[in-house]
């Protein structure tokens, strides 16, 4: 079980646990400019915990704009520089769509369910 809390809103639930050495995080309900610093303060969290490491399952996400989806890439990108990796659970329909439409789905790895992002994650072995 995680130490970190969960935090919501009225428009979103953001909740992490771990598996194994990764963060598992979940981010339900809106992601957009009115819960942006929620999800900011959130993932900085997750990172503290849980370091460069981590999945994010965004498959209970019913809204998602461009500033959540340039979030997600900043977030994406501190993993990489910091010797880790991030990877996103989505589908190609609803909310998570723009990941596609935008050319995000190119770039960070996406996984359709948070199971089958655990088993590609590099061991942190490596380290």
Same mark, same amino acid.
């Given at each position: 079980?995680?130490?970190? $809390?969960? /935090?919501?809103?009225?428009?979103?639930?953001?909740?992490?646990?771990? #598996?194994?050495?990764? %963060?598992? !995080?979940?981010? *339900?309900?809106?992601?957009?400019?009115?819960?942006?610093?929620?999800?900011?303060?959130?993932?900085?969290?997750?990172?503290?915990?849980?370091? $460069?490491? /981590?999945?994010?399952?965004?498959?209970?996400?019913?809204?998602?704009? #461009?500033?959540?989806? %340039?979030? !997600?890439?900043? *977030?994406?990108?501190?993993?990489?520089?910091?010797?880790?990796?991030?990877?996103?659970?989505?589908?190609?329909?609803?909310?998570?769509?723009?990941?596609?439409?935008?050319?995000?789905?190119?770039?960070?790895?996406?996984?359709?369910?948070?199971?089958?992002?655990?088993?590609?994650?590099?061991?942190?072995?490596?380290?």
């Amino acid at each position: 079980m995680s130490d970190l $809390p969960h /935090l919501s809103t009225a428009e979103a639930t953001f909740a992490a646990e771990s #598996s194994g050495s990764i %963060g598992v !995080l979940t981010v *339900r309900g809106t992601l957009d400019f009115t819960t942006h610093e929620q999800a900011t303060e959130f993932f900085d969290k997750a990172f503290a915990q849980f370091g $460069p490491y /981590l999945v994010v399952n965004l498959l209970e996400l019913d809204f998602l704009d #461009s500033r959540a989806t %340039g979030l !997600l890439v900043t *977030r994406w990108k501190r993993a990489l520089e910091e010797g880790g990796w991030l990877g996103l659970v989505a589908v190609e329909r609803g909310a998570a769509r723009a990941l596609w439409i935008t050319g995000l789905a190119s770039h960070v790895p996406i996984f359709p369910t948070v199971a089958d992002a655990l088993a590609a994650a590099p061991s942190r072995d490596a380290e």
